[in-house]
């Protein structure tokens, strides 16, 4: 019998995002989400108290990517290079956008 590999808070991140590319934001499910990891559904609520804290972090995360160099001199070129930094942020992510609305 394999050892199954301990399940952390970034195994059910990745897995998430995953879901998310497949399922959409409507069909997301901690049941899908822990079939998907092979887990019970108890085992993901251990890391996460909620599906919406689950979708908390992964909006955390694209936040965390959004990379900006403000180099622009006036206050227009700097926000418009801050809403490039942003746009390439969420499509970097399946359904990024969706979850920050």
């Known amino acids: 019998m394999a050892i199954k590999e301990s399940v ?11 879901l998310l590319q497949q399922e959409g934001l409507e069909l ?3 049941r899908k989400l822990s079939k998907k990891l ?13 599906k919406e804290a689950i979708f ?10 959004i990379e ?3 180099t622009k001199n006036t206050w227009q070129e700097q926000l418009l290079e801050y809403g490039y930094a942003i746009s390439e942020a969420l499509r ?3 359904f990024s956008a969706q979850l920050l609305i």
């Open 56 to 65: 908390q972090e992964l909006i955390n995360q694209v936040s965390g990517e």
């Open 28 to 30: 997301f499910s901690m």
């Open 92 to 94: 970097s992510r399946p």
């Open 68 to 70: 900006i160099s403000l």
């Open 8 to 18: 952390t808070k970034d195994k059910i991140i990745s897995t998430s995002w995953k």
């Open 38 to 50: 092979d887990l019970t559904v108890s085992s993901i609520y251990w890391h996460f108290n909620s």
